[in-house]
Structures are given as structure tokens and as C-alpha cells.
């Protein structure tokens, strides 16, 4: 079964900080690799995608890589500003259409 | 506008009162899914659909039930909501791929409380 582990569960840094965040998970049998951006109370949306053949997507200030072969992904924000604070999930998918998602890493930016 | 809706966004019900959540997708999108996140356990499937009238159970599926009659519709039904399905509820939607490689789009969320 896949498990999806992302760490650290929060992190807090000022302002201009790049951020870190990580993803790993047990299959690697997967289909593509998914990061999401969650605000308090609200929905989903969709950050950067990577098929399982590629190993970096890029957008704007964002960029995430993917080793499919060590089970890691992971997600770059440069020069990070407070309305990056958010939850961020990353999802795996694999057979079957499933989609199955890490517990997030909550980040708070500080002014 | 592209867009996953859901209805209600909230509500408030008893034990035993059966209820639908509602999904609709404008995107004329093969795949939708439904999933509850729960803290401390993040995003669970509960059913999706590859296309019109086909269904398959995801990972927590006791106590739903789901319905594809329409490509842009899937709702969500508790026939007799308890307590521990109190959750915050998403539907998402993408277009198919044999290789899975479409992004997922999710709806604003449900936030359902069984009294």
C-alpha cells in the first residue's frame, strides 16, 4: 500500500527565505506526482505536476523535483513572502486513477 | 469559467437523515473523485468514477454511496450519516488518461457535521 510522508509537519521563516519542502513516498511505481497549495478553509489548487518520467517542473518562484527511483519529491519556493502562508500537500497518483496524499507541511511566512 | 462546484459549502444535520452533496464540473472532465480530510489523517478517497456509470471504491467507502448518470455530475449520498463522518468533503475532477497524467482540480469543499 502507498504511503505518502511529508516533513517537516510545520515550518515558520521570515520573509526572503527560500523555502524546503518534502515529500516521500514507498511505491515507486507511480504515474505522476502532484503538489497542492491549501488555505485555511478553502479548497485545493493545483501548484506543479510531474509525470513520473520527468525529474523538475518549474513555475515562477516554484520548483519541484522528483527522484522516482528513492521515493522523494521535493518543493522549492525562492524568496518566500507571507502570502506563500498555506498548507502544501503533495499526492502521488498510481494505478488506478488513486491519488494518494502526504499530510501536508504547514508553512507560516513572517513579515 | 473552469470550475468544480459543490452544495452545499456547509451543513449541520442529525444521525440517520440522509443527505446528498452535490458536484458539478464544467470542464467536461472523465474523472471525478470524492475525498473526506480529517485532521491528523489528511485526504482519503472515498469513490470516483473513470466516466458515466462507472464507479469503483477508493480507500474509506462504508457508509457512501455515489451516482455517475451524467458526465459533469457526481454526488455524494449518506444514506444514514453518524457521527464519525463529520468531515470536511471534496469532490475533484480530471480529464482521463490512461497514464494518469492529468492534473486534478478540486471543488472549494463541504464541511458536514452529524449531530
Known amino acids: 500500500k502507498q504511503e505518502v510522508t511529508q516533513i517537516p509537519a510545520a515550518l515558520s521563516v521570515p520573509e526572503g527565505e527560500n523555502l524546503v519542502l518534502n515529500c516521500s513516498f514507498t511505491d515507486s511505481a507511480i504515474y505522476n506526482l502532484q503538489w497542492f497549495r491549501q488555505d485555511p478553509g478553502k479548497g485545493l489548487t493545483s501548484l506543479l505536476l510531474?509525470?513520473?518520467?520527468?525529474r523538475e517542473q518549474t513555475s515562477g518562484r516554484l520548483n519541484a523535483s522528483l527522484d522516482k527511483s528513492s521515493g522523494r519529491s521535493t518543493l522549492y519556493i525562492a524568496a518566500s513572502q507571507p502570502g506563500d502562508s498555506a498548507t502544501y500537500l503533495c499526492a502521488v497518483r498510481a494505478a488506478g486513477n488513486k491519488l494518494t496524499f502526504g499530510g501536508g507541511t504547514r508553512v507560516l511566512v513572517k513579515p | 469559467e473552469a470550475q468544480v462546484t459543490q452544495n452545499p459549502r456547509y451543513l449541520i444535520t442529525v444521525t440517520g437523515k440522509k443527505l446528498t452533496v452535490t458536484c458539478s464540473q464544467n470542464?467536461?472532465?472523465?474523472?471525478m473523485s470524492w475525498y473526506r480530510q480529517d485532521p491528523g489523517l489528511g485526504l482519503r478517497q472515498i469513490y470516483y468514477s473513470m466516466n458515466v456509470e462507472v464507479t469503483d471504491k477508493g480507500d474509506v467507502p462504508e457508509g457512501y454511496k455515489v451516482s455517475r448518470k451524467e458526465k459533469r455530475n457526481f454526488p455524494l449520498i449518506l444514506e444514514s450519516p453518524s457521527p464519525n463522518q463529520t468531515s470536511l468533503y471534496f469532490c475533484?475532477?480530471?480529464?482521463?488518461?490512461?497514464?494518469?497524467?492529468?492534473?486534478?482540480?478540486f471543488g472549494p469543499g463541504t464541511r458536514l457535521t452529524v449531530l
Open positions: 510531474i509525470q513520473s518520467s520527468q
Open positions: 470542464m467536461n472532465h472523465e474523472y
Open positions: 475533484a475532477s480530471s480529464l482521463k488518461s490512461l497514464l494518469g497524467t492529468d492534473t486534478q482540480y
